[in-house]
């Protein structure tokens, strides 16, 4: 029956001109706190990394909130989400910035305007990536971005990139129009690298090419080295 009326939804949004992923009216929307990914890259910041996503969850619901059609929750850490969307998501990198080069370009730019640019060299960048799924597990779209934040300190820096990346998402959630979400986009961590073969792998291959020199100088028959042969392959 969900399936039937999401697929109802996406016709008439087709006919109406809107996406088909845009939630309908009277959609509950769980937001879960973002959490801050292994492998974030995290550069000139001494704040508390959690609370960091917890306030990117918070502005994303806010941010849905605005429209009036649509009821979205953060859902608290360790409570089992519930809604007809939920939203998850991770940090992927975090960079404070220079707070000094930030408040001296400011200061400089009251004198001469062009100072303002040097400003950018100290400003924070915050990036992310999540996704959005129906209650059932489908994945109704993915996302990821990069914001940068300026102020007199880095926890504003940080705040006002916070915002900008919540408000971007949370419009990507409204509209139904996602952005990025796949590696070398924005905040998108890169595709983790190939495993390298196992210490037991490197052993194995070593006594088969030792068996194949065996049985290339005679020192093994035929039998001997099929069985061996056979025995090795089974461990890989």
């Known amino acids: 029956m ?5 697929f109802l939804v996406a016709v008439l949004g087709i006919a109406c001109g809107r996406s088909p992923f845009a939630p309908p009216a009277g959609t509950k929307v769980a937001v879960v706190p973002f959490s801050v990914s292994p492998g974030a890259s995290v550069q000139s910041f001494d704040g508390d ?3 960091v996503g917890q306030s990117l969850a918070e502005q994303i619901a806010e941010q849905l909130r605005e429209d009036d059609r649509l009821d979205a929750v953060v859902v608290p850490n360790g409570v089992t989400p519930q809604g007809d969307l939920i939203v998850r998501g991770e940090i992927t990198h975090i960079n404070g910035g220079n707070t000094a080069v930030r408040v001296t370009a400011f200061a400089a730019g009251l004198v001469a305007w062009p100072f303002l640019f040097i400003g950018m060299a100290g400003r924070a960048d915050l990036g992310s990536q999540g996704s959005v799924t129906r209650s059932d597990g489908t994945v109704v779209g993915v996302f990821s971005a990069e914001k940068h934040g300026d102020g007199w300190s880095q926890r504003r820096a940080i705040g006002n990139a916070v915002d900008s990346l919540g408000e971007e998402f949370g419009d990507m959630i409204k509209d139904g129009k996602y952005e990025g979400g796949h590696p070398g986009n924005d905040g998108y ?3 983790p690298a190939a495993t390298e073969p196992t210490a037991r792998q490197h052993t194995v291959s070593d006594r088969l090419q030792e068996l194949d020199q065996l049985h290339a100088k005679g020192l093994i028959s035929d039998e ?3 069985a061996q042969r056979r025995r090795l392959i089974g461990e890989l």
Request: aromatic share 14%; no cysteine; charged share 20%.
């Open 189 to 191: 961590l890169a595709a």
């Open 224 to 226: 001997e080295y099929a």
């Open 49 to 51: 990394r959690s609370q």
């Open 2 to 6: 969900m399936r039937m009326g999401w």
